[in-house]
Structures are given as structure tokens and as C-alpha cells.
């Protein structure tokens, strides 16, 4: 059935380093594919969007990379800061709207 | 912050009662959704709606209903048949774009069954 998954589930990197979190999902129908970061306590937000037809796209420390030859996508967060510190979730639409979130990875930046 | 709202933040219910959680939306979105947040689960769909009258189950309905007679409202009710109520629910509306469909989601409530 649908599913994504996610990992690793819990990252910790020095400040200023590069963070990567990994997702796969299961239908090659999945043409959207979301990124949402929720801090401690508050509600998750979209921080970056893919569509299937792209390979890749930046914003400013933020960037998201998809094959669809594998069904991966990466989030992957340059010159981390302490307020990168939160769970970030991939997510994938399929085609009936139903929007398929991963478990989560928990990333703590480290002074 | 605006747009979605849920209510209340926190309840508390002793087990074998029913419970409903609010949520509203003046964001005029077509589509709502409700989700259970569990440590280490992620975002586990219950059920969603992309029409008044008209909603879906989700991967994890079971023991869970749901009602939607008017575009900002869409009430999740809790029953004494869910195993496992303890959690917290996520409310979400969702906006078209250019790229796909991005979920709005609302503060959350806090559910505990004691």
C-alpha cells in the first residue's frame, strides 16, 4: 500500500554543518512531495515543495532533491543553525489527495 | 497563526466516554483533514473531507467519526471504540498551489483518557 518512510529518525550535527534526511515512498503515481518542520510545541509548517517533473530545488540554506527512478527525495540543510533544531517530516500526495506523511526525523543542532 | 483554529487546547475525558474536538477554518479551503500524532509515529491520517457532506477514511478510522455540513467546521468525535485515544490530534486545511496541495494545520488538542 502507500507508504513513505523516513530516516534516520533522530540526527544530531554540529552547528554549521550539513544536515540530509532521507525519504522513499511507494507509488510511482506520487507527484508532490512536501517538506513540513515542527518545532517543540507548535504545529507543522511547509518549509519546501517538489513537484515530480523537478530534480531538485533550493531556497536560501534549504534545499530538496528527488529521483524518481528510485522514489527517494532529500532534505538537505546547509550551515545549520540552533534554530534549525525540530522534526522535520517528508510527505508524499497521491492521487486521490491523500497526503502520506513520514515518522519524522528529530534533529538536534549542537553548540 | 491565524486561519484554523481548534479547540481546546488540552482535555481530559475518563475512558469509555465519548469526546469531540473542534475545528474551524476561515481560510475558505475545500479540503480538511484530521491527523493523530503519536511520539515516534509521525502524522497518522484519520479521516478527510474534500467536499461539505462528503469525507474519507483514513489508515486509521477505526473507533473515530467525523461530520462536515459546513465548509469551516469539521468535528472529529473520539468514541469509547478507540483502543488507544490517548494523543494529539492535528487539524489541517489544505491550499491549492501551483505546485500541489499544502496543508494548513491548526494548534492541535491534546487529548488524554484517564
Known amino acids: 500500500g502507500e507508504n513513505v518512510e523516513q530516516h534516520p529518525s533522530t540526527l544530531s550535527v554540529q552547528e554549521g554543518d550539513s544536515a540530509v534526511i532521507k525519504c522513499t515512498y511507494s507509488d510511482s503515481a506520487s507527484n508532490y512531495f512536501p517538506w513540513y518542520k515542527q518545532e517543540l510545541g507548535k504545529r507543522p509548517q511547509l518549509i519546501i515543495d517538489?513537484?515530480?517533473?523537478?530534480g531538485e530545488k533550493k531556497d536560501q540554506r534549504i534545499a530538496v532533491t528527488l529521483n524518481k527512478t528510485a522514489k527517494h527525495f532529500s532534505l538537505h540543510i546547509t550551515e545549520t543553525q540552533p534554530e534549525d533544531s525540530a522534526v522535520y517530516f517528508c510527505a508524499a500526495t497521491y492521487r486521490d489527495d491523500k497526503i502520506i506523511f513520514g515518522k519524522g526525523t528529530r534533529l538536534h543542532i549542537l553548540p | 497563526d491565524g486561519g484554523i483554529t481548534q479547540s481546546p487546547k488540552y482535555l481530559f475525558r475518563k475512558e469509555g466516554q465519548n469526546v469531540t474536538l473542534s475545528c474551524e477554518q476561515n481560510l475558505n479551503h475545500d479540503a480538511m483533514y484530521w491527523y493523530r500524532q503519536d511520539p515516534g509515529q509521525g502524522l497518522r491520517l484519520i479521516y478527510y473531507s474534500q467536499i461539505v457532506n462528503d469525507f474519507q477514511k483514513g489508515d486509521i478510522a477505526e473507533g473515530y467519526s467525523v461530520s462536515r455540513e459546513k465548509k469551516e467546521s469539521f468535528p472529529l468525535t473520539v468514541t469509547s471504540a478507540q483502543k488507544n485515544p490517548t494523543a494529539f490530534y492535528l487539524c489541517?486545511?489544505?491550499?491549492?498551489?501551483?505546485?500541489?496541495?499544502?496543508?494548513?494545520f491548526g494548534p492541535g488538542t491534546r487529548l488524554t483518557v484517564l
Open positions: 489541517a486545511s489544505r491550499r491549492r498551489t501551483s505546485l500541489g496541495n499544502e496543508q494548513f
Open positions: 517538489i513537484r515530480s517533473n523537478v
